[in-house]
């Protein structure tokens, strides 16, 4: 097809291995880049200047990390740990170090299309209630939520919390982060019976959200089940 035409419907995982193939195009072609032509501002944390602009080198960190989700989606656990070597993954760094998408009131920009003011009686985010009957003593992701004056219902919901991550009109949104990657790693070695490893990696994230280390099996359904958990409060 020509540039402005759709291509040729595919599966899923047909479309999963395009995806990967671009990605992997696209590294080939920042591995041999030593600088963009326009500015650039996709860090958080630790990712980037303190403007939050990063490098070729960085964008190329990002660009295996978007590459490990996608072998993760195709269930290539060696791939995935294969593109992780070339990310941003650290193991000791802040989990919420990453890539964000961000946004502003200048003109031509956009806000936060998923920040609403708390307690609103308007559009809004509820969250789940299960989020935190479910969710263990300590765990400081709690304070993602905020409990509302009053239960709603809104779109077939009822709750008494709001979603309270997004703190104001111009918070930035995260496209990948440490957190992930290592979450990503911790299955991808569940998956590849390497037990030990992938609680390294679990208890990194359950020591960051207040918790204690993981007590469960080192077997691949115990450990992949508490992947599936803090990747719900993550």
């Known amino acids: 097809p020509g540039a402005d ?24 072609d920042l591995a041999d880049g030593t600088s963009f032509f326009f ?16 490098t070729v080198a960085e964008y190329r ?4 990390a978007l590459a490990a ?6 269930e290539d656990w060696s791939g995935a740990l294969s593109a992780l070597d070339g990310s941003f993954l650290d193991a000791s760094g802040d989990p919420e170090t990453g890539a964000y998408h961000t946004f502003s009131t200048g003109a031509g920009d956009v806000l ?18 299960s989020y935190v009957s479910d969710i263990a003593a300590g ?11 009053a239960a709603r219902t809104f779109d077939g919901l009822t709750s008494g919390y709001d979603v309270g991550v997004y703190t104001s009109p111009t918070a930035p949104l995260p496209i990948v982060t440490n957190a992930e990657l290592l979450l990503i790693r911790a299955e991808a070695n569940a998956q590849l019976s390497r037990g030990a490893q992938a609680k390294a990696d679990l208890d990194r994230i359950r020591t960051a959200a207040g918790l204690g280390p993981y007590t469960g099996a080192l077997t691949t359904g115990p450990l992949v089940d508490e992947v599936l958990r803090q990747r719900r409060y993550e």
Do not use: M, W
Not at 112 to 129: I, K, Q, R, V, Y
């Open 5 to 28: 035409e759709a291509g040729a419907l595919v599966g899923y995982d047909a479309a999963l291995d395009r995806i990967a193939d671009i990605l992997d195009d696209a590294a080939d």
């Open 39 to 54: 500015a650039t501002s996709l860090g958080q944390g630790d990712l980037g200047d303190d403007d939050g602009s990063l």
């Open 61 to 64: 960190q990002v660009n295996r």
């Open 69 to 74: 989700r996608v072998d993760l989606y195709r």
């Open 112 to 129: 936060n299309p998923f920040f609403f003011p708390l307690d609103g009686g308007g559009d809004g985010t509820l969250a789940h209630p």
């Open 139 to 149: 765990d400081n992701r709690i304070a993602k939520v905020v409990q509302r004056s």
